[in-house]
């Protein structure tokens, strides 16, 4: 009897063990589909990549996280708020975004975007800025690139063809920074803008960068390039004045093509002076009115500008433009000549003249 009982009692508790045993298995089967299944979900929340975009995205100085989130997950490139913003803040917090423009195109995981918007990765444009470019020009090209307004460039370099002679201070708090900056500047009036020293070139900037940091690239550019050209050297050497030359040689940018031509109207230029002739350049009113010179009226030509060199004797007030290489080493090595006229015909051919009475017959020759 008691033999049958303990087997029985045996197969009871085996039996018994062996359910447990199939529950157990049973239960962590789950808890594994379970594991497998949030993997699965973080991984498609967090890893997988993105929907496939192409998308540039502003992110504005003083926009929250959730705002940037919200954003991100409108252009798809993005498949969770939340999920984002907890990773974001494990990777660092959410204080740690770049304001900036973002272009993201293609699949990206939540790891890119993170590390794409709190690294310092910027998009870079090209902008090709002319010789004789003025500071209007500048802005200009600037605001056709949606990089900044020209009221922005103008608070950081002053308004063009102002004329602030009578005051004694710079027209902008910037401009101070940069005269202490950039030992070229000091010979420059303090009324003055900076016209003239915004070197003309091809410039890759960043789309989001502001107009104080355009214009230090600009003005380090005009540093580096006048040095290596040997102009401040030539200028130290020839005991001139760097504002003068940029302003006689904006002026031989808008007038000549050539490098003799330039030289010759140079020339024409210090005669003109020292006969104390007004020089009577249209480019000069051209920057005051904006206008082209066969637009020019005679009330223009009566204008009460320190730009207008008809009304005016010597050199206006300062640069209408920013000057290539060529103009002001134009400048700095004028023409010897009896010449003090001269007029180009339509093709930019230049006729010289010593005398008015040959001055005009060659005008009705050429340009009637």
């Known amino acids: 009897m008691m033999g049958m009982s303990f087997e029985a009692d045996t197969q009871i508790v085996a039996e018994g063990a062996l ?10 089967a789950r808890i594994g589909a379970g594991v497998v299944f949030v993997l699965g979900l973080a991984y498609a929340l967090v890893f997988a990549p993105s929907q496939d975009v192409s998308v540039t995205v502003e992110v504005r100085p003083g926009e929250s996280a959730r705002e940037i989130a919200r ?12 999920i984002f913003l907890l990773y974001l803040w494990a990777r660092g917090g959410t204080n740690s975004i770049r304001s900036g423009s973002y272009l993201f195109s293609g699949k990206y995981a939540l790891s890119d975007v993170t590390y794409l918007l709190t690294s310092a990765r910027r998009i870079e444009l090209t902008i090709a800025v002319p010789e004789g470019s003025s500071l209007r020009g500048v802005a200009s090209i600037l605001e056709g690139a949606d990089v900044v307004r ?3 460039l103008w608070d950081i370099t002053g308004v063009p063809a102002s004329n602030l002679r009578h005051t004694g201070a710079h027209p902008t708090e910037a401009i101070g920074t940069f005269v202490t900056q950039y030992a070229f500047l000091k010979d420059k009036p303090t009324y003055a803008t900076l016209e003239g020293y915004l070197f003309p070139d091809t410039y890759r900037i960043y789309k989001d960068a502001d107009a104080r940091e355009i214009v230090d690239r600009m003005l ?3 540093q580096e390039r006048l040095t290596q050209a040997g102009i401040f050297d030539k200028i130290l050497q020839d005991k001139r004045n760097l504002y003068e030359v940029l302003t006689v040689a904006s002026m031989l940018e808008e007038e000549a093509r050539t490098y003799e031509d330039r030289r010759m109207i140079a020339g024409i230029i210090q005669n003109r002076i020292r006969a104390n002739i007004p020089l009577q350049i249209d480019a000069t009113l051209m920057y005051v009115t904006g206008r082209g010179t066969h637009l020019l009226t005679e009330e223009d030509l ?3 500008s320190p730009y207008n ?13 920013s000057p290539g290489l060529e103009s002001i080493r134009a400048a700095l090595d004028p023409a010897k000549s009896d010449y003090l006229y001269y007029l180009s015909d339509k093709d930019g051919r230049i006729y010289y003249s010593k005398t008015f009475e040959e001055h005009k017959a060659k005008k009705l020759k050429y340009l009637n």
């Open 19 to 28: 359910y447990h045993h199939k529950n157990y298995k049973l239960f962590y």
């Open 309 to 321: 060199t008809y009304e005016y004797k010597g050199l206006p007030i300062g640069p209408i433009s």
């Open 71 to 82: 954003i991100l997950k409108h252009e798809h490139i993005i498949r969770s708020e939340d």
């Open 150 to 152: 020209a009221s922005e």
């Open 220 to 222: 380090k550019n005009f």
């Open 302 to 304: 009566n204008l009460d």
